[in-house]
Nanobody
Framework: QVQLVESGGGLVQAGGSLRLSCVVS????????MAWFRQDPGKEREVVAT????????DYADSVKGRFTVSRDNAKNTVYLQMNSLKPEDTAVYYC?????????????????WGRGTQVTVSS
């Protein structure tokens, strides 16, 4: 059974930084394309960043380019999201997701496994 557990969320002032982590257990982590999504109540879940199995390919939502960095440590079965220059509009629940086919996608419906999410709140 594949499980994803996020951590690192919290309350931060605008301009601050947070680092999210997602530890994956079960399955073969190096095969999985990974992604971070976020969702605010009443809004659709949106992709934040994606990363390929070997970490060589990454992609970002336009709203976070230049501020967020996605990375992974396959030895630790962990994917990270470094978030800098945070803005109040970044406030959301952030979810980690894994696609067992290894195909990177911006579509949340393609992902097979999900964490329970971690709350990020940015105050102005």
């Amino acid at each position: 059974q594949v499980q994803l557990v996020e951590s690192g969320g919290g309350l931060v002032q605008a301009g601050g930084s947070l680092r999210l982590s997602c530890v994956v257990s079960g399955g073969t982590f190096t095969w999985y394309a990974m992604a971070w999504f976020r969702q605010d109540p009443g809004k659709e879940r949106e992709v934040v960043a994606t990363i390929s199995g070997n970490g060589g390919t990454t992609d970002y939502a336009d709203s976070v380019k230049g501020r967020f960095t996605v990375s992974r440590d396959n030895a630790k079965n962990t994917v990270y999201l470094q978030m800098n220059s945070l803005k109040p509009e970044d406030t959301a629940v952030y979810y980690c997701a894994a696609d067992r086919s290894g195909v990177i996608s911006n579509q949340w419906r393609r992902y097979d496994y999900w964490g329970r999410g971690t709350q990020v709140t940015v105050s102005s």
